[in-house]
């Protein structure tokens, strides 16, 4: 059964750095999302992305972050410089049919 | 999104049934039910969604009520591996940057 997968399964990097959250969505999707989940809180929307654009954003996307679908598979989020508050579960989906969106495992982002 | 109010937690026995219960007394006419579950910090996992009418899949069957105002998920015959937090998430009219919001669920355990 096809799913969305996510790299790398944990990121340790120093406040201030730039890091790079990498997902590929199921292959035929047309939504794309990143969301995350500090520990022990609850899951937060963060962005969608459809038609190589954003569709949506909430407040905690700000101007540090960024995402980018670079070729025909992947889907990245970018962090500029890091800070601790940072720190979480970054969970990527996707979605055909705007109904169920389908989560990946995740990639746990530590910053210190 | 109307908010929801879910119980904190629930335990079930085994290979019985487990009946979540979901409380959207402002939900309005346009606004879908949809369950989620989340595994020990794994990724969301849709579960079924629904306007008005009762639905079943494989996984679940969501029952809500002719007001709309409440909703219950049934698990028939709970396993272990049903140990989850489970979110009820009411929601407008599917577009294409449709979010999630996530409240705090129901932590769910599934004891032998």
């Known amino acids: 059964e096809p799913e969305v997968t996510q790299t790398p399964s944990h990121q340790v990097t120093q406040m201030g750095q730039e890091v790079i959250l990498r997902c590929v969505p199921i292959?035929?999707?047309?939504?794309f999302y990143w969301y995350r989940q500090i520990l022990g809180q609850k899951v937060e929307f963060l962005v969608s992305?459809?038609?190589?654009?954003?569709?949506?954003k909430s407040e905690i996307f700000d101007d540090q972050f960024s995402v980018e679908r670079p070729d025909g598979s992947n889907f990245t989020l970018k962090i500029r410089s890091t800070k601790l508050e940072d720190s979480a579960m970054y969970f990527c989906?996707?979605?055909?049919?705007?109904?169920?969106?389908?989560f990946g495992p995740g990639t746990r982002l530590t910053v210190t | 999104d109307a908010k929801t109010t879910q119980p904190p937690s629930m335990d079930c026995a085994e290979g019985r049934a487990a009946n979540l219960p979901c409380n959207h007394s402002?939900?309005?006419?346009?606004?879908?039910v949809y369950w989620y579950r989340q595994i020990h910090s794994q990724g969301p996992q849709y579960i079924i969604h629904?306007?008005?009418n009762n639905e079943t899949n494989e996984m679940a069957s969501l029952i809500i009520t002719e007001d709309r105002k409440s909703s219950t998920l049934i698990l028939p015959h709970a396993t272990l591996r049903d140990t989850a937090v489970y979110y009820c998430?009411?929601?407008?009219?599917?577009?294409?940057?449709?979010?999630?919001?996530f409240g705090g669920g129901t932590r769910l355990m599934v004891k032998p």
């Open positions: 989906a996707s979605t055909l049919s705007i109904y169920e969106q389908y």
């Open positions: 292959s035929n999707h047309l939504y």
């Open positions: 992305f459809y038609n190589n654009e954003i569709s949506e």
């Open positions: 402002t939900i309005s006419g346009n606004e879908y």
């Open positions: 629904g306007l008005k």
């Open positions: 998430i009411v929601r407008v009219t599917p577009y294409a940057g449709n979010m999630l919001t």
